[in-house]
């Protein structure tokens, strides 16, 4: 691959993910992608609305004479939270799950809390053993790898199978979504279901034994969780036509949600991980994705997304507050983490990983997994 700049003349994405490809008239390979999985798995107006009634007519029937007829993990976000919105509105049943790995900022805590109580929702919080989780992060720092955020999704995907499997749920409602997440580089993030990478990793690196830490391996997750136990994961925004501003909008309106200014920066780690350690050590900015993704969905025009990308991610005071904040958790010295910073990054796939049996499990899947 050419050395040269170059970015996408339709999106903002460019050659800092070093497997992007340009096509006619230096479009990119994310936009034509997104063309395409859109066209299979998006869906609006009135069709998206009867499709999703069917859905949730299925979800009300399948928690008869139970407490709870779906689950739902609550970050805090925009996405889970207007999720949970039309959950309610809709009369489902959500359990909803919030995992606090340490990291949550006061601002998370506060709209939780309202999202909680002004929806009436059971909250399920699954407190992370500090200790143990320490010193996972700490073993993916000094793996080198980019994805060390794939430790907390990977213990809320966990919590979430393990306790809809104990109160008999079958269905998950999910705040991933096309219009808002269609575009991330596969080189910018790790799968989260790769328990064996967490725990190659972990038995390098790591101090601690991993006693309590939630995992899902990859076969539990497709073989037990989908396959035997049938239970369904419903990406709920896919089937609106979702506009992230106008969801906001209701959300500050009916539930008090407070902005937190950029993508998942309602953590604290997330923050300082996305808007320093990924541009800083990896070169990495995950808002040309996240902006990408709304030119692609029509939300925002691309001079828009030009304009917004030249904004510091960071405002310097918080930057220099998170910095001290995150690297006095962890035990990171000021060098140390310079160092750390400065070191050349490592593939996940440097260590172990289940990936060949995670493809050959996912087309199994997709083979016996009859819509339900």
């Given at each position: ?6 970015v996408?003349t ?24 997104y ?11 009135k ?22 007829d779906?689950?739902?993990g609550?970050?805090?976000?925009v ?26 900022s ?26 143990e ?46 219009a ?60 609106i ?8 909008s ?15 920066y309602?953590?604290?780690?997330t ?10 050590k990896?070169d ?19 001079a ?5 990308i ?5 405002d310097?005071e ?25 070191s ?29």
């Amino acid at each position: 691959m050419s050395n040269e700049y170059k970015v996408c003349t339709r999106c903002i994405m460019d050659t800092t993910d070093p497997e992007i490809k340009f096509g006619d008239k230096g479009v990119c390979n994310h936009c034509r992608q997104y063309n395409i999985t859109a066209k299979k798995y998006l869906f609006s107006g009135k069709d998206g609305e009867r499709r999703l009634q069917d859905l949730f007519l299925k979800v009300r029937q399948s928690g008869m004479n139970k407490p709870y007829d779906c689950i739902m993990g609550l970050s805090g976000g925009v996405d889970s939270t207007y999720v949970a919105y039309i959950a309610k509105k809709q009369g489902l049943r959500p359990l909803a799950v919030h995992l606090d790995n340490g990291w949550n900022s006061e601002l998370a805590v506060k709209n939780i809390e309202n999202i909680v109580r002004k929806l009436d929702l059971d909250l399920y919080t699954h407190v992370i053993d500090w200790v143990e989780f320490r010193d996972l992060q700490i073993s993916f720092f000094k793996a080198g790898v980019i994805d060390i955020e794939m430790l907390t999704d990977h213990a809320i995907t966990a919590i979430l199978y393990r306790l809809a499997s104990k109160h008999g749920i079958k269905y998950i409602l999910s705040g991933s979504n096309m219009a808002t997440e269609g575009i991330m580089p596969t080189s910018w993030t790790h799968r989260k279901s790769d328990l064996r990478n967490i725990k190659a990793i972990h038995n390098r690196y790591g101090k601690e034994q991993m006693k309590s830490f939630p995992t899902a391996s990859t076969f539990q997750i497709y073989f037990w969780y989908l396959l035997i136990k049938r239970m369904k994961s419903i990406r709920v925004l896919d089937y609106i036509d979702y506009n992230k501003e106008m969801a906001m909008s209701i959300i500050e309106k009916e539930l008090g949600w407070k902005s937190y200014g950029i993508k998942h920066y309602e953590s604290i780690f997330t923050r300082f991980y996305q808007g320093f350690i990924l541009p800083s050590k990896f070169d990495v900015d995950k808002r040309k994705a996240h902006l990408s993704t709304l030119i692609c969905s029509g939300q925002i025009s691309r001079a828009e997304a030009l304009k917004e990308i030249k904004k510091n991610a960071y405002d310097h005071e918080v930057l220099a507050s998170d910095k001290d904040f995150v690297l006095k958790k962890l035990g990171f010295g000021e060098k140390q983490f310079e160092e750390y910073v400065k070191s050349k990054p490592k593939a996940h796939f440097d260590y172990g990983s289940d990936e060949y049996f995670f493809k050959v499990l996912r087309v199994l899947s997709e083979i016996l997994y009859t819509k339900t």
